[in-house]
């Protein structure tokens, strides 16, 4: 319940720091606060999807699956991550490209989960 409470407290954050990124024109530092949001509502999905992987005592292929989409979760971390730097010291736009990159990532469903649902 704690860790659902703390994942939608996150996204709730996401539009105010979308509207103060679009008041300031992409500034570098609104950027990189946007994806520290952004970092910390990975994580946050994260520890909701081990959770919710813990309730369950017997391993499922839904559930080792959904253990595989962690890797997505690792990516997303490492770019959202990167992107604050990028957007101090390089570009805000290039770190808007790679929060960009990190959606595209997530709008491609798991070949494995699909695959786990047909089993089921």
Do not use: H
Not at 13 to 35: E, S
Not at 56 to 74: P, W
Not at 93 to 99: E, I, K, N, Q, R
Request: hydrophobic share 50%; glycine share 6%; with cysteine.
């Amino acid at each position: 319940m704690w860790s659902n409470i703390l994942l939608l407290f996150c996204l709730s954050l996401v539009p105010f720091a979308t509207g103060w990124m679009g008041k300031t024109n992409f500034d570098r530092v609104t950027v990189a606060i946007y994806g520290a949001l952004l970092i910390t509502c990975g994580l946050s999905f994260t520890l909701l999807g081990k959770a919710i992987r813990k309730t369950y005592k017997n391993e499922t292929s839904l559930s080792q699956a959904v253990a595989k989409s962690d890797k997505k979760g690792i990516v997303s971390t490492i770019l959202y991550g990167l992107s604050i730097p990028v957007a101090l010291y390089v570009s805000p736009a290039v770190s808007a490209g790679l929060f960009v990159m990190v959606s595209i990532m997530w709008m491609i469903p798991s070949k494995a989960i699909e695959d786990a649902l047909s089993d089921e």
